[in-house]
């Protein structure tokens, strides 16, 4: 289940990642998938993808299974 912290980034309107989308990215990022490709598709820039992969961001959340 989701962390406290995760909820509340969910709760604010700016934010444009969720917890299931960051699970989604993480598992891309995974496959091999481009951080340029994740980017463009969650329209998120490519410094928030890195900051995801690297454990900066939103490192309670897990990949999707």
Do not use: H
Not at 7 to 18: A, D, G
Not at 41 to 56: A, C, D, H
Request: hydrophobic share 40%; glycine share 4%; no cysteine.
């Amino acid at each position: 289940s989701p962390s406290l912290q995760a909820m509340r980034y969910e709760l604010n309107s700016r934010v444009k990642l969720t917890v299931t989308k960051v699970k989604m990215i993480t598992k891309l990022l995974n496959e091999g998938k481009p951080i340029r490709t994740l980017a463009k598709n969650f329209k998120v820039t490519e410094t928030q993808i890195k900051r995801i992969m690297r454990g900066e961001n939103w490192k309670e959340v897990e990949a999707a299974v």
